[in-house]
């Protein structure tokens, strides 16, 4: 069974720039997570979609969006970008919300 | 002050030893507790996760929840060098069918050959 596939691996953009960052999840897996990884703030959530529908929202300014597909297959979306959105994205998918399955990530580089 | 508090380590310990990682925490609205694997470049893969008080044993693995305390424990037993990652503790929180995970800072662990 495939795992989340998220697309791109690696990105480097220039400030100012947005950026367009993608993920499938596990096939049957409805609810799509993000999260950003940095060294300094850990782990944190961004968004959460359900059935096409925006669940939870993080404390992320405007700049950060998204959104899900009647498929499940989910997009986020930074616009104007900053140095300091630099990080690992990550993408989760679960079933039934006991377990999540996270893919390998974005590595997003702002120069 | 987070949510949920981690000791990032580095914790550098011999082949074969116990491995203890800890995480406390404030919101008692926290229901699922989960302890995810990160090894470098690689996104979190989920190692146990458990909702009540107690232990659970999976494995060299025991997750030990203490609601009382706002405890959570992740014990390593006969440790290998492929254990070698970053631990993740995480707790799902819940606020009208909304649902998030909050991660502590991640420990990173060493196991020495």
């Known amino acids: 069974k495939a795992g989340v596939t998220q697309t791109p691996r690696y990105l480097i953009k220039t400030r100012g720039q947005q950026v367009t960052l993608s993920c499938s999840p596990i096939?049957?897996?409805?609810?799509v997570s993000w999260y950003q990884q940095t060294p300094g703030q850990g782990l944190q959530f961004l968004f959460e979609y359900f059935s096409e529908t925006q669940r939870n929202k993080g404390n992320f300014p405007g700049r950060f969006s998204g959104r899900q597909f009647s498929n499940s297959r989910s997009e986020m979306n930074v616009s104007t970008l900053e140095l300091g959105d630099s990080a690992l994205y990550l993408c989760a998918s679960s079933f039934t919300g006991d377990g999540y399955t996270f893919g390998s990530g974005t590595r997003l580089t702002v120069v | 002050q987070k949510e949920v508090e981690q000791d990032p380590g580095p914790l550098s310990v011999p082949e074969g030893a116990i491995v203890s990682l800890n995480c406390t925490y404030s919101n008692s609205a926290f229901q699922y507790f989960m302890w995810y694997r990160q090894y470098s470049r690689k996104g979190p893969e989920l190692l146990m996760y458990t909702y009540s008080s107690g232990n659970k044993e999976d494995g060299r693995f025991t997750a030990q929840v203490d609601k009382s305390s706002k405890y959570i424990s992740l014990f390593i037993r006969d440790s290998q060098p492929s254990d070698s990652a970053t631990y993740l503790c995480a707790m799902r929180d819940i606020i009208q069918g909304a649902q998030k995970l909050v991660f502590g800072q991640g420990t990173r662990l060493t196991i020495n050959p």
């Open positions: 096939s049957g897996h409805r609810s």
